[in-house]
């Protein structure tokens, strides 16, 4: 990572899926991609084109048919998700893939908080990880405190993927890979979420990659755009300066 | 009271099978056909070990490991090997079939030289039973609610979060199914150790017996809270229990009690119209 000062670095990576027909559909063609440290990267294009199956690839749920992916140093190209997961958050698009249906917040969050240590035979408790939540946003901490005991399944689909980003921040992963995290959310929670994010990636070194339709905040928030073209994404910088 | 004593008795063995069913098909979402062939071979452990004199209750853990071993290997092969869990487990059952009858050496094998009446005189063996599945039941719950409890028992239905955590969920499956299957093999020595024999169809029909104990007790109690999700598989049983010896009372015939059984399984099935509810999906 501090070699190259890249915190990913995704080398000529292709993926091709099987279609009903028989034929092959080449979603990702030599696609490259490097990240730097501290970065928030939108990556932007039609639906279908294969952000959410870059992301798949990144986050080690889908092998790549070639390619090379380089990750704080370490090639991690054939690591198994679980391991990945370790230093790598994900919010995926669909919000009930990121929490589990049968837990409580509290329970979520304390199994979260603990990326990359063993699980304790203890009962499950928040206190420390809404602490560390706080450390980033106030509001998201407050809003975690007043929902400790309700089951995630009676949560409304803003609240879950506020949840959901929660989740992905615990741990402190290096990396962070949001599938479409504000699709749900209002302008209060967008808020939140936004501010999470920004401290959080100061705080801790880390970088962001989005996946949005949104041009406007692609525009003010990332401070690059990656955009699909002919089966790899182009990285473009944003107005945002690159701190 | 001696039919109603016998039917509590049944209860208690029973109940294991469907407390099993609550692991593997609810929380682990592995539906563990291989049932059957797990209780017969705890029951032809048990009754090979108490022959070759090693006591009850080292006989009782060797079944119990026997089992979680078994339902260690289906849970592996299934995982690994990319097999549908319906199939790995029919396979470990047919497996099973040949695997208990070579452990036994002939199809049915009496407990010789115990004093079983000894250990049935006064209630004790079902009061001593009771005890123990009331631990199990505290044991299943505490863990259940624990950290580590709470991820494992999630692996089924949010595999995905789990993941995406940094949780190993083959482990956990491998847990659940193993788990599952031990104490599956202790239901089969104590049904045994109850008969003072092992027979290598003694298993037959019990995955059925845990599938309806499990709906039956999942309609009364719910299912949407841990604690109902495991009273579910005792009152479940109960019930199953109650209403078979209410059958067998009215007349009918013990070799027909399985087609009434299956019957009405495939009943409460069709009825289970939330998704959620169905086992097999």
């Keep these: 990572m501090k070699k190259n000062g890249y915190l990913l670095k995704i080398s000529e990576v292709s993926k091709a899926f099987k279609q009903p027909s028989g034929e092959d559909l080449n979603v990702l063609i030599n696609a490259s991609l490097d990240i730097a440290i501290k970065n928030i990267v939108a990556l932007m294009g039609p639906n279908g084109c294969g952000k959410s199956t870059l992301l798949n690839i990144i986050s080690g749920n889908i092998v790549p048919d070639n390619g090379e992916i380089i990750l704080n140093g370490n090639n991690i190209t054939v690591l198994p998700a679980f391991k990945r997961a370790q230093i790598i958050g994900r919010v995926h698009q669909e919000s009930y893939k990121s929490l589990a249906s049968l837990l409580t917040v509290s329970e979520i969050l304390s199994i979260s908080m603990r990326r990359g240590k063993n699980l ?15 450390e980033y946003s106030a509001e998201l901490a ?3 405190s007043t929902r400790e005991d309700v089951p995630t399944r009676v949560l409304s689909g803003g609240q879950r993927q ?3 980003l929660a989740i992905a921040v615990l741990g402190t992963p290096k990396l962070l890979l949001l599938d479409e995290h504000m699709a749900s959310l209002d302008e209060q929670y967008k808020g939140i979420a936004d501010k999470l994010l920004e401290t959080y990636i100061n705080k801790n070194d880390a970088s962001v990659i989005v996946v949005t339709h949104d041009y406007r905040w692609a525009t003010s928030m990332s401070n690059a755009i990656a955009t699909y073209e002919m089966g790899t994404f182009k990285l473009m910088s944003s107005n945002k300066s690159i701190e | 009271m001696n039919q109603l004593l016998s039917i509590f008795e049944m209860s208690v063995i029973m109940s294991l099978i469907a407390l099993a069913a609550v ?21 032809v452990v048990f009754v090979k070990f108490m022959l070759f004199g090693f006591g009850v209750l080292f006989s009782f ?6 089992g979680a071993l078994a339902g ?13 869990p319906l199939l790995a487990s029919v396979l470990i059952l047919i497996i099973l079939y040949s695997l208990n009858l070579r452990i036994l050496g002939k199809a049915n094998q009496p407990l010789y030289n115990f004093d079983m009446i000894g250990w049935f005189k006064g209630g004790y063996w079902i009061l001593l039973m009771a005890l123990g599945i009331f631990f199990l039941f505290v044991l299943v719950y505490t863990f259940f609610r624990t950290q580590i409890g709470s991820a494992i028992r999630t692996v089924g239905s949010s595999p995905e979060f789990l993941v995406s955590v940094g949780r190993n969920v083959t482990l956990y499956k491998v847990f659940l199914v193993s788990f599952g299957s031990g104490i599956v093999a202790v239901s089969g020595s104590l049904l045994s150790f109850k008969y003072g024999f092992a027979d290598v169809s003694l298993g037959m029909g019990t995955i059925i017996i845990g599938i309806a104990s499990l709906i039956i007790g999942e309609k009364i109690c719910g299912r949407e809270k841990l604690f109902n999700q495991i009273v579910a598989a005792y009152i479940g ?15 009918i015939s013990p070799t027909d009690v399985k087609l009434v059984t299956g019957i009405i399984t495939i009943g409460l099935l069709a009825l289970g119209k939330d998704e959620e509810e169905r086992l097999f999906t």
């Design chain 1, 120 to 134: 304790l035979l203890s009962f499950a408790s928040s206190e420390t990880t809404i602490q560390k939540i706080g």
């Design chain 1, 142 to 144: 407050m809003f975690l």
């Design chain 1, 162 to 164: 506020l949840l959901a």
């Design chain 2, 23 to 43: 692991f593997t098909f609810r929380f682990a979402g592995f539906p563990d056909l291989s049932v059957d062939g797990v209780f017969t071979l705890g029951a």
């Design chain 2, 61 to 66: 853990i060797a079944a119990l490991l026997a």
């Design chain 2, 72 to 84: 260690c290997i289906t849970a592996f092969i299934s995982v690994r090997l990319k097999i549908n």
């Design chain 2, 237 to 251: 049983t109960f019930l199953y229990q109650l209403a078979v010896g209410v059958a067998l009372s009215a007349g």
